[in-house]
């Protein structure tokens, strides 16, 4: 089945995807951090590694609830906009077998009306 391996590759390269772009978030959260401590001079190195877990961690729980929101948000716009599609194809299918019906008619028509003659 080349459908199943295509899926099962999407979803490993979206898994490595997703882990390096978080790794990536972790990165800008620390150099974030080191920004931020650099400003407090006044810091010892203890109080300045706390400060940049601290900054860290909080960064990394803000980032990870917006991307929850938008996994949210993402999923809600997809179901809207299957919706939506599926009308447009219905109504699509009824303008299109609509035209089939009215040329099949003034076809016969014409044919009968050539009958006749």
Known sequence: MPGADGTAMDRAIN???GFLL??????RA??????????????TDSQRREVELHYCRDQRDATWAYLER?????????????????ALRRRLITVFLSGTVAVAALV????AGMAVR
């Open 108 to 111: 016969t028509v014409a044919v």
């Open 15 to 17: 898994e490595i995807e």
């Open 70 to 86: 938008i996994a949210v948000r993402s999923a809600t716009l997809r179901t809207e906009y299957e919706g939506v599609y599926r």
């Open 22 to 27: 978080w790794e990536a978030e972790k990165d």
């Open 30 to 43: 620390r150099i974030r951090a080191e920004a931020f401590c650099a400003g407090l001079p006044w810091l």
